[in-house]
T-cell receptor, first 111, second 118 residues
Framework: QSALTQPPSASGSPGQSVTISCTGT?????????VSWYQQHAGKVPKLLIY???KRPSGVPDRFSGSKSGNTASLTVSGLQAEDEADYYC???????????FGGGTKLTVL | QVQLVQSEAEVKKPGASVQISCKAS????????LHWVRQAPGQGLEWMAW????????NYPQKFQGKVTVTSDASVSTAYLDLRGLTPDDTAIYFC?????????????WGQGTLVAV
């Protein structure tokens, strides 16, 4: 079981959009609809942003959206705001052995 | 209030064991899988294990076999993570997290984290 691949960093200016990728295999990201995204501010507990590829829990702004193509899932943050500066993690169901796996995380900087 | 409350921080010597608890409140403990996730200092999230509180079934990757035991006690709505043979590499914040639906890898409720320093 290997971690999903995310870029270590991403950045954008306020108001812009940024997309973070999460690449796995057909045994995890590509094989199931169970991809989630989390936001973690420094020293805080992770917060669920997106589940089942593109669904938002109640209370998450629609500036956050998710998608998937093949073995790669993506998180797009539109209308960047200063408070979006945080670490972002993807996770996926890894079905072969009913495991779960996280990505390595992406640090988003709002310039 | 729907929450997961974890036990306090621990400081251990190499080779020791530690048990972390995670008490659920505000929802039916048996209705959701409970997972353990750790985060080493300055590092990313690492998934460790899940337990089905209804059946007691557990699963974890080969990396943690022999290292980790996960149990639960539905009578007190609490899950436990036991770590043995601690090494400095086990120094991390350990989180418990509720999975929104079985297999979804969607963790919608998290404990506050328990720091284990080895």
């Amino acid at each position: 079981q290997s971690a999903l691949t995310q870029p270590p960093s991403a950045s954008g200016s306020p108001g812009q959009s940024v997309t973070i990728s999460c690449t796995g295999t057909s045994s995890d990201v590509g094989g199931y609809k169970y991809v989630s995204w989390y936001q973690q501010h420094a020293g805080k507990v992770p917060k669920l942003l997106i589940y089942e590829v593109n669904k938002r829990p109640s209370g998450v702004p629609d500036r956050f959206s998710g998608s998937k193509s093949g073995n790669t899932a993506s998180l797009t943050v539109s209308g960047l705001q200063a408070e979006d500066e945080a670490d972002y993690y993807c996770s996926s169901f890894a079905g072969t052995y009913n495991l779960r796996v996280f990505g390595g995380g992406t640090k988003l900087t709002v310039l | 209030q729907v929450q997961l409350v974890q036990s306090e921080a621990e400081v251990k010597k190499p080779g020791a064991s530690v048990q972390i608890s995670c008490k659920a409140s505000g929802y039916d403990f048996s209705d959701y899988y409970l997972h353990w996730v750790r985060q080493a200092p300055g590092q990313g999230l690492e998934w460790m294990a899940w337990i089905n509180p209804t059946t007691g079934n557990i699963n974890y990757p080969q990396k943690f076999q022999g290292k980790v035991t996960v149990t639960s006690d539905a009578s007190v709505s609490t899950a436990y993570l036991d770590l043995r043979g601690l090494t400095p590499d086990d120094t991390a914040i350990y989180f418990c997290a509720r999975e929104l639906s079985a297999g979804s890898s969607s963790f919608d409720l998290w404990g506050q984290g328990t720091l284990v320093a080895v």
